[in-house]
């Protein structure tokens, strides 16, 4: 007997139906009475989708986000009852989801509100402090030998649209109408300590986040770095990645590795 | 079939834990974080939805650990699938074990419904057929999660909308057959029973009065929706969303005077209040519960 | 670059580091001691697993919009066509943070 399966099957197609195996006391359709259920789950995960991703709600409206979400949902179920992961296919899906050809950004603003809610749950860490950055620098020949640990809530993005400033645009930071959508961004989202914070970084400093976290020393980040991007403000950067909090340790690369 | 030993784990008083205090509880809200522990209102307890805090780090376990220091706590699952046709997901069970090993709630419970089939979560409480495969399945998976945390769980009575050609068996004796079978507490939702008797068209009193008053660890009360099936028959929707109504709270009267004065959680999902108005609900709940406590000594 | 230069210059970016946390922890006590711990905290995200039923019959369930093909009758129509300042903060507690840093 596969009950759960029929029963299961049923609440993602509204065209089946489990009527036989169900009972009222007075004699109505049961299918009206399963209908709760459909409910239930389909706005439950539509309702999980719309917490999650507020902005990408909003920039497409209500009507359209829900019957994307319903598509999104009978695609791609959870598959775990720990339903603050729900959603990580979803950037994905919307750039594959043709009704939304017309706001390219999209895929890239719900990625960034995806990385908010990973790093708001994600383990804790303690950035870096002052104390230990300062012995560090009283060694400072040995500075390009290091290796940064970063922190684990850290996620860089990086989109081919101005996804950072439409987001921020709706947090009541700067305006639509100022935007250049073609403008690349990248950010680093990070939550250091209670709060996630969204960074925006320039091409520089996102480079050398990525190339530490790679696994590159500080000197070959700095190098890499230096002959890829123009203009590179090693001070400016590492300052700012510092201050977001980015690194939680600084240690020796292993022996063999150097 | 499982050989029961009876582990000294299930008989009530010797768990090992804390009981909850025979008070009234409110649902612990992220909204809630700071109010709660800036203002440290005279709540009996705190419960949780374990689900929501198996999580790695972030506000969520912050706040949790300073409310917990300062108020007993109840762990409630919601995606166990007790009722579940297919095994229980042992990565799900180790999870919610190392959550309790860490906070030490005086209570945990789950639900008698399913929520997962085929390695998909339905993230919704769903029906049972009652019947002697669903008994023996149910009995098997509450084995397996008692065991694993040691510890006597609290089992929900559910709402439901559909009842199933197959059953052979009321809700009532189901639960008082897994009760006796398995050895765990039940946790009486008072709305639960007046919604489901009313979709169902029974008596809530008389479910109520055919429950086994002493295993009742726990009552929860909540709010419902009114919708109507298609002959036009009340039917009632376990939405959580709202005040208690005041069948429920008449019902609650009743459910007292069935089990005594037991730990009662106000439950709100949706549209939650400031703190000030679920505590006011508390509050209502804990004049009754004192009131019959006083009515038997 | 040589191993010198670099070295020189990782050393004076790290201490550019070390004063700006160095002010960013003077500036947290100053918070602690007005009693301003919002910029610490931030706002709490919503859980997302709970045990309530939805809004009845009226429904997510049924509703069927079928992509596929033509019959996907709707069309993005939110703040994507805006072209005045939405002021519709979502309420995340981000607003001085990002000020702060993309300035």
Redesign the interface.
């Known amino acids: ?5 029929d ?2 099957a049923a ?1 993602f197609d ?1 065209n089946t139906s489990v009527s ?29 989708l719309a ?2 991703f ?2 990408t ?12 979400a ?2 999104f949902a009978g695609a791609h ?8 992961d ?1 959603g990580d296919a979803f950037p994905a899906f919307i750039e594959r ?4 050809g ?2 390219p950004y ?1 895929a890239d603003v719900a990625r960034l509100e995806y990385f ?2 990973r790093a ?5 860490a303690d ?4 104390k230990a ?2 012995s ?2 009283a060694d ?2 040995r ?2 030998m290091l290796r940064a640990s970063l922190h ?2 850290a996620t860089l993005l990086q989109s081919r649209f101005a996804a950072i400033s439409i987001w ?10 100022h935007i250049d959508i073609r403008q690349p961004e990248q950010a680093l989202v990070i ?1 250091p ?8 970084l320039d091409s520089g400093s996102w480079h050398f986040a990525a190339a530490l976290q790679r696994g590159e020393n ?2 070959a980040a ?2 890499s770095v ?1 002959a890829t991007v123009a203009r590179f403000d ?11 909090g980015l690194i939680t340790s600084l240690q020796p690369a292993p022996e063999c590795q150097r | 079939m499982t050989i029961h030993l009876s582990p000294s784990y299930l008989s009530p008083g010797v768990s090992g834990h804390t009981a909850l205090p025979a008070r009234a509880g409110i649902s612990l809200k992220p909204e809630h974080f700071r109010a709660i522990v800036e203002t440290r209102p005279d709540v009996g307890f705190f419960e949780v939805h374990a689900e929501n805090y198996l999580v790695d780090g972030g506000p969520y376990h912050h706040y949790l650990r300073r409310i917990r220091d300062d108020y007993p706590l109840s762990v409630h699952g919601v995606g166990m699938n007790i009722g579940g046709e297919c095994e229980l997901d042992i990565g799900h069970l180790e999870r919610v074990a190392r959550l309790l090993e860490r906070y030490q709630p005086e209570s945990f419970s789950e639900h008698l419904a399913w929520s997962s089939h085929g390695g998909v979560f339905l993230n919704d409480l769903l029906p049972l057929a009652y019947d002697q495969a669903t008994l023996d399945r149910v009995c098997d998976h509450i084995d397996q999660v008692q065991n694993r945390l040691k510890r006597r769980i609290l089992l929900e009575n559910p709402s439901t909308y559909v009842e199933f050609e197959q059953a052979t068996m009321t809700e009532t004796d189901f639960i008082a057959a897994v009760i006796a079978r398995s050895g765990c507490g039940l946790l009486l939702d008072v709305n639960n029973i007046y919604v489901t008797c009313t979709n169902h068209h029974l008596d809530p009193q008389a479910y109520l009065q055919s429950l086994p008053a002493t295993s009742v660890g726990e009552i929860h009360l909540a709010g419902f929706a009114r919708e109507q099936d298609a002959a036009g028959a009340p039917l009632l929707i376990d939405s959580h969303d709202a005040p208690v109504a005041e069948a429920v709270w008449t019902l609650y009267q009743t459910a007292l005077e069935h089990c005594g004065a037991v730990p009662t959680l106000i439950e709100r999902d949706g549209n939650i209040p400031p703190l000030p108005v679920l505590h006011a609900e508390a509050k209502q709940a804990e004049k009754l519960l004192q009131a019959q406590t006083e009515n038997h000594a | 670059m040589n191993k010198q230069t670099t070295a020189a210059a990782l050393a004076l970016a790290l201490s550019a580091g070390l004063t700006s946390i160095a002010a960013q922890a003077d500036e947290m006590k100053g918070d602690m001691a007005k009693g301003d711990m919002e910029k610490c905290f931030g706002v709490a995200m919503k859980g997302k697993n709970d045990c309530k039923a939805g809004a009845g019959t009226t429904c997510a369930g049924t509703a069927s919009h079928d992509y596929q093909g033509n019959a996907w009758s709707l069309v993005p129509a939110g703040t994507c066509m805006e072209t005045e300042s939405p002021t519709s903060p979502t309420g995340f507690g981000q607003l001085e943070a990002f000020e702060e840093k993309q300035s």
């Open positions: 007997m596969n009950q759960q399966s029963f299961t609440l509204p036989a195996a169900l009972k009222t006391w007075n004699g109505s359709d049961p299918a009206r009475r399963f209908d709760v259920y459909r409910n239930n789950v389909l706005s439950a995960l539509i309702e999980a917490d999650t507020p902005v709600q909003q920039l497409v409206g209500k009507r359209f986000f829900r019957a994307m319903r598509a179920p959870p598959r775990s009852p720990v339903m603050s729900y989801f043709s009704p939304a017309s706001v999209l908010r809610v708001y749950h994600a383990p804790d950035p870096l402090d002052a950055l300062a560090h620098l400072s020949e500075l390009p684990p809530s921020a645009a709706h947090q009541g930071n700067g305006e639509l109408a939550r300590a209670l709060a996630v914070d969204v960074v925006p500080l000197g700095l190098e230096t090693p001070v400016a950067s590492l300052g700012r990645l510092i201050q977001a």
